[in-house]
């Protein structure tokens, strides 16, 4: 942990995290089941690079834009921008905490957490890190309870790459092949992933098998690399 964070910066240095913009029960009266109404995402709708379109508990609901108006002002350049959208509650005995994705054209209700970041961070970029297995062995490590809360989001540790393309380009493969089919399996471009941020973050390969004890890489593999 000091060697990460003495290599990087967290990340309200880069954007900030926030909770979804729209209250279960405050906003109710806005909610429909038309789906010709707008979106709304709930947290079981979210997982690693995927939106679910059924979610595994609760019901499905859409949001009537004239009625939420009279509610709550919530402005349209919100709804419509590409964000970075996680679950804001996970169990904390889960293998994985962050579960995150880039949503678009949608609500989110205060299940999901969102990230705003300033325009020269790309968001597949920033996706790429935050659903990497390093972030997510940070995160575990310091959250002490079910949620994942903006603050501890805000404090996990950025370094921005000279050369973001590689990350770029896997997370895009990722996202492609899980609109095709959530169920694809992507792990060796996760993998790739993994491998591309411990590099960033410096780590030896003993410090990757503390993060990952399973993990694929083979020490010849990372040292040859190095």
Do not use: W
């Not at 089941?33 to 947290?43: I, V």
């Not at 609760?58 to 949001?63: A, I, L, N």
């Not at 834009?65 to 590409?82: C, H, M, Q």
Request: hydrophobic share 40%.
């Amino acid at each position: 942990l000091v060697k990460v964070y003495s290599k990087s910066m967290p990340l309200v240095q880069f954007g900030k995290c926030y909770a979804g913009e729209l209250d279960m029960t405050f906003c109710k009266p806005a909610f429909t089941s038309n789906s010709g109404d707008a979106k709304m995402l709930r947290g079981a709708n979210i997982d690693r690079f995927i939106v679910r379109k059924e979610m595994s508990q609760g019901e499905t609901f859409f949001v009537n834009r004239d009625i939420l108006t009279s509610i709550k002002n919530v402005s349209p350049e919100l709804f419509a921008e590409e964000r970075i959208i996680m679950q804001g509650i996970t169990g904390v005995n889960e293998r994985i905490r962050l579960k995150m994705t880039i949503g678009r054209n949608t609500y989110c209700a205060n299940s999901v957490n969102y990230c705003r970041f300033l325009p020269d961070i790309n968001l597949r970029y920033a996706l790429a890190l935050l659903n990497s297995s390093l972030l997510n062995y940070i995160f575990k490590l310091l959250s002490t309870n079910s949620n994942v809360n903006g603050y501890e989001v805000d404090n996990l540790p950025l370094v921005i790459a000279d050369n973001q393309v590689p990350y770029i380009e896997l997370v895009n493969k990722i996202l492609e092949a899980k609109k095709i089919d959530i169920h694809a399996d992507t792990k060796s471009l996760e993998n790739k992933i993994d491998y591309l941020v411990y590099k960033l973050y410096n780590l030896t390969y003993d410090e990757v098998l503390i993060v990952d004890p399973e993990t694929s890489i083979t020490r010849e593999e990372y040292e040859q690399k190095l």
